[in-house]
């Protein structure tokens, strides 16, 4: 037990950290806001002109899109492109990680759980409820939702094996800037960040139930919707145990033969 | 009269050349970004050509449509986006006391802060902005006076969006760039917005784009002279022919503001 204690102080500093910038977050805020504003009457639009399209109305449209961006921040869809492992290792700051008795994928999945518990109360909880106000939606109530921390929990979970798996480049080159913006670019459309997997084409849901990425944004949000119930709902968390594992696998396989071929830089 | 348009213009390329020679160092690294930039162009297109693909078509705009409309914008913002790039990081100027530096030098301040950071990988994002554009223009057919709106609105699309990061960069005198990421909503959130026709939102929020922050100007109204379509819309003829004189505005009103917050300054002493 005491080999934990490390990472719940890396949480602990993670989530101290996001909340000593309390303007960026309410601006933050304000950019969910008006992506939301403009997303929800796209799709109140195309909703509108077929109503109960595969059992979903506009509302429950607009419902499923203001889940996925007041989620967005929690599940760490966003990369930052100052401050993340590869540019520890560009700058050479790696090293006060090397000389500690951690791991370092665990160390960042601690770091992604207390980021996202700060999101949780500073980002989704204003950004979702101030939408359901102003849509006058609610999700209904369904015994499922007892499930949505769980689901959550594995995206995040999910969410930083990808993080890590597209920063360990940076141990073998240096950088990893183009992993980290391409992980961003597949990671909103095959996670069905704007609109969900139900409305993609069969090929295109057929890529994206295989691949990680529903996992981050997909499922949370669908279940949060009211839209994951049943078969769906046990092949959603299945399919999120299974990449969440075998995203932690690679990871530590990985960094087991990264640092033996990283040469850290600076001094 | 030439060499004082050519001389900033060379200026301008040569700091824009040194940036992308500096950004080479990592070629792998450059190599994977632009391809990467490049398909942003896929994950934004994605969401409309599926929801086009189920529901046919958004209040009468087919895909082709809505990709000429996301062509116009997207080419406007991604020139000023490359050409214009420091204005949109100004604060750190401000706060880091590199304005400074920047007013010691003889040269026109606006162009010096124009091409610091100049980012090669925007390059791309110009480019595939442009194929979308090009591409739905050969798919709709469109005509010589077609074409002709389009580039009228494109071109007005850069004035108004050099305007608009002037202006956020101005803000910045004022609140010292704690705003900094609000004027985000106005490019890449107006962009965004702009993607669809501005017949589909709300009064309040239409309102906003056609007379607020006039962006309905750079693609929706000059999209629908192309059309041909402006009264069938329920617009006066005429009011496309206004694009060029509202955008040339919004210019006018940033450069107004960044000039008067320039001459506010107080240096932070560094």
Redesign the interface.
């Known amino acids: 037990v005491g080999s934990v204690r490390p990472y719940l102080q890396f949480a602990r500093l993670a989530f101290q950290r996001r909340a000593a910038y309390r303007?960026?977050n309410w601006?933050?805020v304000?950019?969910n806001f008006?992506?939301l504003?403009?997303h929800a009457?796209?799709?109140l639009?195309?909703?509108r002109?077929?109503p109960g399209?595969l059992g979903w109305s506009p509302y429950d449209a607009v419902l499923y899109f203001s889940a996925s961006e007041a989620l967005l921040m929690v599940v760490g869809v966003f990369t930052d492109l100052r401050s993340n492992l590869a540019e520890r290792v560009r700058t050479g700051e790696i090293v006060t990680d090397l000389a500690r008795p951690i791991t370092i994928y665990c160390r960042e999945l601690a770091e992604r759980y207390g980021v996202a518990l700060y999101f949780m109360l500073a980002r989704f909880t204003p950004v979702y409820l101030g939408a359901l106000v102003l849509y006058g939606v609610a999700p209904p109530l369904k015994p499922e939702l007892l499930l949505f921390p769980v689901a959550l929990a594995l995206a995040v979970g999910v969410s930083a094996g990808l993080w890590y798996l597209a920063c360990s480049s940076a141990y073998f080159?240096?950088?990893?800037?183009?992993?980290l913006?391409?992980l961003v670019?597949?990671n909103?459309?095959l996670g069905g960040?704007?609109?969900p997997l139900d409305?993609?084409?069969d090929w295109?849901r057929a890529i994206a139930d295989v691949l990680p990425f529903r996992a981050t944004l997909y499922t949370p949000v669908a279940l949060l919707t009211g839209k994951l119930g049943g078969g769906a709902l046990v092949f959603g968390l299945v399919h999120q145990l299974f990449w969440f594992a075998a995203l932690a696998a690679a990871s530590l396989a990985i960094e087991a033969r990264g640092l033996r071929r990283l040469a850290a830089q600076g001094g | 009269m030439m060499t004082a348009i050519l001389e900033p213009l060379r200026l301008w390329a040569r700091l824009a050349l040194a940036a992308i020679h500096a950004q080479m160092q990592y070629r792998t690294s450059f190599a994977i970004q632009n391809a990467v930039m490049f398909s942003v162009v896929v994950s934004e297109l994605t969401p409309v050509w599926i929801l086009a693909k189920y529901f046919g078509s958004l209040d009468g705009w087919s895909f082709a449509e809505l990709a000429l409309l996301y062509g116009m914008v997207g080419t406007s913002w991604a020139v000023v986006e490359t050409a214009l790039r420091g204005f949109e990081n100004f604060a750190a100027y401000l706060l880091q006391g590199d304005l400074d530096r920047i007013l010691l030098r003889p040269r026109s301040v606006i162009l010096q802060v124009a091409s610091r950071d100049f980012d090669a990988r925007k390059l791309s994002r110009v480019a595939q902005a442009v194929l979308v554009l090009a591409i739905a223009c050969a798919s709709l057919r469109l005509g010589p006076t077609s074409l002709a709106w389009v580039a009228f609105g494109v071109t007005g699309g850069m004035l108004a969006f050099a305007g608009i990061v002037m202006g956020g960069a101005a803000i910045q005198f004022w609140t010292l760039g704690q705003a900094s990421e609000l004027q985000n909503i106005l490019t890449y959130g107006g962009a965004a917005a702009m993607t669809y026709p501005v017949s589909i939102y709300a009064t309040w929020f239409r309102r906003v784009l056609t007379f607020g922050v006039p962006l309905a100007f750079v693609n929706y109204f000059p999209a629908l002279a192309a059309l041909g379509r402006t009264e069938a819309a329920g617009w006066p003829a005429f009011v496309p022919w206004l694009s060029p004189l509202v955008c040339a505005l919004v210019l006018a009103l940033g450069l107004a503001a960044f000039a008067r917050g320039l001459r506010r300054y107080e240096s932070t002493g560094s």
Do not use: C, H, I, W
């Open positions: 303007l960026a601006t933050g304000a950019v008006f992506f504003v403009v009457q796209v799709l639009a195309f909703f002109s077929r399209a080159r240096d950088t990893a800037n183009g992993e913006s391409a670019f597949v909103t459309l960040m704007v609109v409305f993609y084409p295109l």
